[in-house]
């Protein structure tokens, strides 16, 4: 009886430190590190024309709730700054000449961002979807490594 006690008491000490101001789970999600998959694009008009997939890898570091580090896609890198929230990700990557903005989901093992989310996995900064700029066709799925 005692060790049944003193387990059940571990556990509602576990259970209390992992809670929230308003009593809820925290998600404690920490998406610091490496992170490597693919992604694929189209072109931003109806058809989601000449589709490319290549490798993507994100080097992320997380103080609170904002995020930096660097996006590669193929061989192109560039910085990145974001925030998460709960299990979604929004982050802003300036590679090359371009800037895209990329919306996704994320565990404590992958990320991905899907084909007709709201918003967009991706659109380039200031663009709008479907004039000529851009991809909502784009898809990318991430593992932490």
Not at 33 to 58: F, P
Request: include cysteine; glycine fraction near 12%.
């Amino acid at each position: 009886m005692e060790k049944q006690i003193k387990i059940i008491l571990t556990i509602a000490a576990v259970f209390s430190l992992t809670t929230c101001e308003d009593g809820l789970l925290s998600p404690a999600r920490d998406v610091s590190g490496i992170w490597k998959g693919t992604l694929t694009s189209s072109e931003n008009n109806a058809a989601q024309t000449d589709m490319l997939t290549d490798v993507m890898v994100l080097n992320l570091t997380q103080d609170e709730n904002i995020i930096t580090g660097e996006m590669c896609f193929g061989s192109i890198c560039g910085y990145l700054t974001g925030t998460i929230s709960g299990a979604t990700i929004d982050f802003t990557a300036i590679i090359g000449n371009g800037c895209i903005d990329v919306h996704g989901t994320f565990t404590s093992s992958n990320m991905e961002g899907m084909k007709n989310s709201n918003p967009p996995p991706y659109l380039t900064c200031g663009d709008v979807l479907n004039d000529g700029h851009g991809s909502k066709g784009i898809e990318w799925h991430v593992a932490k490594l």
